[in-house]
């Protein structure tokens, strides 16, 4: 029962009306407390200690680690978007997977230009042709390819089903992302948050890592929102565009 | 099916040379390299698998686009999806064809240019061997591009673009392959298993994504 009730919520919000109306209630708590967390979470980061053998540049984590988790959750928003697309040819799945390809490609490229920079004084590289680095390379690069065949399609909505089957096809890559670092042992770390048997990173660093990463979800998703009003916005500004232009073209 | 093969066989052989273009490119790449790297042999029989390994790759992708743009452009394309037999099967033939016509000719052309790399047995043989088996995933996962490109009228580029980024694991594989025949501590069979295993992942992956990609294209 409550499944079929969120079944009809969801399929409500094909309504664009009523996403903006809902968009418009929830963005600006939304917005309040991303910002409230950021706040928070930045203090956090930069009251705590530095780590003993790291110093200061410990703190370059709390940007670079929430970003590389953004970057593919936003993957994956995408691909159940994509679901959404092709299996209920839902009208906001669309809009969705269009509107957050270029977030995911903004939060892929600060962790990988802020991974550099850490890279620098700890592993003494900017780069390294390390499986996780590479994986998450590849990644940038499918963003910008979905975005470039979205652009190169002038019909919206075969844009959308089309760039769906490549988000589909693309997601082979997260879990290769995801396990890079247990599968080759090379420079960079393995996973030492989201593991079996607890966390092995210390307290002190874990607290401002984990409101940094509720800070960049929140962010993700008001800008996540935004985008999706933007794209409908734009894409009803064009149609009436074309109405009145049949209509001048019928009075001319 | 078989039909459909030997159809798409002889168009890609008679048209315009054909097969033999993709070898020629592939020559040319492998040849440019020692241009660029300078004459010296060691460094080009170290490098070497890797060189060749990328001259295909490139090679493979060359012809990608057209898999099914000319059939789009007479009209046949509407008559594969229309008919009864399930497209996937379909397009998993007309990826047999592309291979056997475009692909295959590289695979037999690589030892030669191992040659001009200053390989050795060894390594021509891998590599070859690893060509063989990896270069059909490159084709399989190259039509989901052709097939999410098909109605652009200048897709060739972006279809590059788009394909480059998962052909990448083929390409790391195949390599490490390569290089596991010819050094000793590395083990051979891992993963050149793996890059069979990615083949026959893709063999499924691929037409079914590019089934989807095509019955979405339609107008």
Redesign the interface.
């Known amino acids: 029962m409550t499944e079929s009730l969120a079944i009809t919520k969801f399929s409500d919000l094909a309504n664009p009306t009523r996403f903006l109306a809902l968009a418009a209630r929830i963005l600006p708590w939304l917005s309040a407390l991303t910002t409230l967390l950021f706040a928070v979470g930045l203090y956090l980061a930069f009251s705590t200690e530095g780590d003993y053998q790291q110093g200061d540049t410990v703190r370059i984590m709390y940007v670079h680690v929430p970003a590389a988790w953004l970057s593919m959750m936003c993957y994956s928003v995408m691909a159940l978007s994509a679901i959404g697309t092709l299996v209920w040819r839902h009208p906001l799945a669309d809009v969705s997977h269009k509107a957050a390809a270029p977030l995911g490609a903004a939060f892929t490229l600060i962790a990988l230009v802020t991974g550099s920079l850490w890279g620098k004084p700890m592993w003494g590289t900017w780069w390294v042709w390390d499986a996780r680095l590479t994986s998450v390379f590849v990644l940038f690069l499918m963003y910008l390819g979905i975005i470039a065949l979205n652009r190169a399609m002038d019909d919206p909505s075969r844009a959308a089903r089309v760039s769906a089957v490549l988000i589909l096809v693309g997601f082979v890559n997260i879990p290769i992302i995801k396990f890079s670092v247990d599968w080759w042992n090379t420079l960079h770390q393995p996973a030492s948050v989201i593991r079996l048997g607890g966390p092995t990173i210390d307290g002190e660093f874990l607290r401002p890592l984990l409101v940094m990463a509720v800070a960049f979800t929140l962010l993700f998703f008001t800008l996540h929102i935004m985008a999706i009003r933007n794209e409908i916005w734009r894409r009803r500004v064009s149609t009436q565009r074309r109405m009145a232009a049949r209509l001048a073209g019928r009075e001319g | 099916m078989t039909a459909l093969l030997l159809r798409d066989l002889k168009l890609s052989i008679r048209a315009g040379g054909g097969a033999l273009i993709g070898v020629l490119f592939f020559m040319t790449v492998v040849a440019v390299i020692p241009f660029g790297v300078g004459p010296d042999l060691n460094l080009l029989s170290r490098i070497g698998p890797a060189i060749v390994w990328i001259g295909a790759l490139l090679a493979a992708l060359l012809g990608l686009d057209r898999l099914f743009q000319t059939e789009r452009e007479d009209g046949s394309l509407d008559l594969l999806l229309m008919q009864e037999h399930p497209l996937v099967l379909v397009v998993l033939v007309k990826c047999l064809a592309h291979w056997l016509a475009n692909v295959l000719p590289l695979v037999i052309a690589s030892p030669l240019l191992g040659l001009f790399m200053n390989m050795d047995e060894v390594a021509i043989g891998a590599v070859m061997l690893t060509l063989l088996v990896g270069s059909p995933a490159l084709t399989f996962?190259g039509a989901?591009?052709a097939?999410?490109?098909v109605?652009?009228p200048r897709?060739g580029l972006?279809v590059s673009?788009?394909v480059?980024?998962?052909c990448?694991?083929v390409l790391i594989f195949g390599v490490s392959a390569s290089y596991a025949a010819v050094e000793d501590p590395a083990p051979f069979l891992p993963p050149f298993l793996i890059l069979t295993a990615i083949t026959m992942?893709f063999a499924v992956?691929?037409p079914v994504?590019a089934a989807?990609?095509l019955r979405?294209?339609g107008d």
């Open positions: 996962i989901v591009g097939a999410v490109a109605t652009l897709g972006l673009i788009l480059l980024p998962l990448v694991p992942f992956l691929g994504g989807l990609a979405n294209a």
